[in-house]
């Protein structure tokens, strides 16, 4: 009876802040909105123009975005943490805070993760991380991590809040009426009979359990995508701990404030007492002083190992025209201010403590934005860069307004949700009760320019060139009709028996050999009188033409056995005419190899052909060995043929195919008497190359490894089974709440 | 069997592409006539391919450009191959003819650089040395560990590949290369060219795409048709050499040299071995070098020289 008083003066007290907005609410909330508004239009322009219109360049890459993703998921311990804890430890003056902590919890997890979704280059493939997911990543952990955190959350807070929804349901609201009926869904049939009673208190514990790891795991994924580099500043092994202890102190730093300005606004003096406010602040202190710990031992290592790269980042950071102020605000007064303010009694009261709060989450929030911008600003390759914007990272009006739209989203939906349910839970129950209950817890624009001027100036050279190109010749043609003189360069290449001309027009221009294209070459066989044409060729790109000859030319050799080729190029408007000529021999090559005992031999048998068709031995004349390979040919050795014959040493170290084969040519080079002639055999004396090797799975390959996966698949299903659990025994509270209606109905009142 | 069948098989096509444009590039004589080739339109033009059984073969010079492999393919690899980049720091004078040449072939603005160059200098006691920079091709790439979809990935042929139509832009790898390799398309990397082709190859990373991550590819588009990259057979100085581990050979274009004999009697080593990374880039000490490093102030701006000089700790 007493019980029941009490809570219906909690509700007369609580009814103006849930029926009525008051003028300077009403301001509050314009206001926020056209702060969030603003934050859209940024939004807006970013979406349209692309991340261009962010400070964020290719060295740091990330910004202002990624600082306040670890700031909002940092302050949403608050709830799990710290109403997890004091709910399972039964802290008797935990009730009053608990709802607002909870609320931290679920608004700040909704709004942290839109920071990186505003990081990423394309939104529009958010998919992919469900189509292509690679658990191997930070990210998918982090991005796993925060759904499971952010659903626990949200059933935590649900969980905790059905009694005073249930009380709503009882008690209906005269102003807005829409919400009566969402009262009476949300609270689930809720009578707080006995075995509903004890159904809620022991899910509330449940939740309490699981919500504590989690959110210790969902801060540590997150410093992991950091310490997972191999970043001076970043890749440090506490950083896991290190960020869960910043997260806790900013998260108890964020609830203090939370309490004071909702203290302030609704009146909430008799409920939250400079009690809630100094045990707060003791557990924000002891936070504070971890947090140091954590920094100095951090910054200690760093600097006594005073590896070079380390030393980049800590410079910088101890550099006064650099970024020392911000450290030791970040590091020194965030720490030891608050600590002094709430540690030396004299100074401890309820806007004190709010003060050395806002300076502790003021302080994290820079603290933040020194983990991420000196490390990516210090790479360990020089940051070469004369962009300015791409060397030092400032964060541009696009991002600060989303920042701040961030913090303005983060009260309106504070400040909207206490509009829909007391700020403070109302449902008072007995102390014994209440052991169970409330549950509690949870480079630069100018070298840029130099280049585009260079290529103009560049360019104009070619214009300029071009001009006068044409002004010449054109002037050729009109007047002179001076030419230019190409120089023809005519190669015999014998291939495996395949006789090839090959042409190259080459033309002289400013001193370099510019090739000509589109030029017809005519092939000739020069006889002792005679001109037999063999055929035309165009030259391509390059000046390069090339004609196959027949196998017989149907001529004959002259007394040395050689023929003559004749190239030659007609006179055109542009071009003069020119010709070439090669007296060539043809020769017969035969590779052969030879093992005795471990010496392996190539031997290759050349034979030019004589005069009457007949062969004689290839006498001193050096031939090239060679190995094929995917761009050039790799030369083996050289020797001498001698009586038609010559050998070498089989390189035995070279790797051949899957099974051994490597090819080998052997090559008469610009010969005076065969031009070049090749022939080529294969044998398998080549090293074999060993089978590729294929990993299935690992970091850098498509499936994890498996521990990794086990890990993932036994935490993730602990946690939601719990979830599930949860939801099934939320529906048999509502169950058993059905049937206490229609037992009330029937007018048997008294149950169980 | 059959398989195996099909390696040799394309092996065999390979080795009779190599060879051809081996043959083509010593006929077709020297360096000069590689840049110019590099800038050219090639429409419809053939180029005539020799097979070392002397078959002739022609292949339509635009055709080969647009052949390199898409979708599952192109995450695969090149079988049977492994590439490798040799850089020689005793040739290289910061004439950055490489990355003109890099930009044209991937046709990229010139904001967006896929090698870098650095001055470095290992102690106030040594002399500074000029380093260009491709992407390392890791053999244990940190880049491809976090990506969250998979969209870089490492391939049988040692190439670290990037598929811009799967990257979601996340920026996970660029934090997680220690070598600043990653560039970021902020805007639509063909806002000043139209792009080459149409349909997107992870191997050529053409049509580019906004809002996603590139970097240097090792140009496996140009491996598959024979022919070396464009940084390589741009360099005056043929610092660059690149070639196929498993051949055991690497060119600069001019010079065929074994791997294993210039790594190991140059002492070449990989950049921050420390880091476990295993990179597929090795480098030559800048010993013996050809120019003196300050050769390499001299296409510089005076801003830049000054940060050059502050990097290496140069006083003077």
Partial sequence: MDQNEKTLQNFENFRPQIESISKKGKITIAVLSLIILFGLYALYVQMVKGHIVTGMRDYVIWGLYIVNFIFFIGISYAGALISGILHLLRVQWRTPIIRMAETITVVSTLIGPCYILL?????DRLHHLLLFGRIQSPIAWDVIAITTYLTGSIIFLYLASIRDLAFLRDHPLSVGKWRNPVYKFLAAGYHDTPKQKELLNQLIDLLSIVIIPLAILVHSVLAWIFGMTLRPGWHSTIFAPYFVVAAVYSGTGVLILVMWVFRKIYH????????????????LMILGALYGYFTFSEYLTSWYGSVKWDMAVLYRLFDPTDYWWWFFFAAFIGVLLPIAIIAIPKFRNINSIAFASLIAVFALWIKRYLIIIPTLEAPLLPLHDLRPEYAHYSATWVEWALTVGGVATFFLLFYLFSKFIPIIPIVKIKSSEEMDYLKLRKLTTQRMLKRIMKQVRKDKKVVVVVLILLFVSAGHVGLTQEQLT??????????????????????????????????????????????????????????????????????PRSKEGA?????????????????????????????????????????VEAREIGPKGDTLPVQDQKINFYVPRTFTSLKIGEATVVNGRATLDFPVTLPGDSIGNLPIVAKFEDNEAYGTAETNAVINWG?????????????????????MVYTLIILLSLVWFHYMYAIFTVFRIRRLGKKFEALEKTGSGAIQ | MTANENDRQSRRKFIKLGIGAGAGVIVGGGLLTAITRAGEAESGEKIKLLSPDGQLMEVDKSHCRSCPATGLEARQGIPN???????????CRNARKCLDGCQKMHNLPPRIEWIKFFLLRDSEDTSPYWFPKPCFQCNNPPCVKVCPVGATFKRSDGIVLIDNDRCIGCKFCMAACPYSSRVFNWTDPNELREPKGTTYSPETSQPGKVGTVGKCDFCPDMVRIGKLPS??????????FYGDKNEDVVTNGTDTVRFSELIQQRSAYRFMEELGTEPGVYYLPPVNRLFDYKVGFEDLSEEEIKLYKQEAHITE
């Avoid at chain 1, 090293?687 to 521990?707: E, F, S, T, Y």
């Avoid at chain 2, 940084?231 to 660059?240: A, E, L, Q, Y």
């Fill in chain 2, 231 to 240: 940084c390589v057979s741009s360099c005056p100085n043929g610092v660059f």
């Fill in chain 2, 81 to 91: 191959k492994k590439m490798v980049m040799v850089v020689d720091l005793a040739r």
């Fill in chain 1, 563 to 603: 023929y003559t080729y004749m190239a030659c190029v007609d006179s055109t408007k542009e071009y003069s005419g020119a010709s070439a000529e090669v007296n060539i021999r043809d020769v017969f090559m035969l590779i052969t190899f030879h093992q005795k005992d471990t010496i392996k031999q190539i031997m």
């Fill in chain 1, 687 to 707: 090293k074999p190359l060993p089978p590729m090797q294929i990993i299935h799975r690992g970091l850098g390959d498509v499936n994890a490894p498996l521990w």
């Fill in chain 1, 486 to 555: 190409p120089r023809l360069r005519l190669d015999f290449v014998n291939k495996s028996g395949i006789r090839l001309l090959n042409a190259k027009v080459t033309v002289k221009i400013e001193g370099k050999n510019t090739p000509v294209a589109d030029l017809k070459v005519h092939y000739f066989l020069i006889g002792d009188k005679t001109k037999k044409p063999l055929g035309i060729d165009t030259t391509n790109g390059d000046g390069l033409t090339s004609f196959t000859l027949p196998a017989d030319l149907g001529a």
């Fill in chain 1, 119 to 123: 990081c990423m280059g394309r939104l």
């Fill in chain 1, 268 to 283: 909430l003096e008799s409920y939250i007492t400079k009690i809630h406010f100094t045990y707060l602040g003791i557990l």
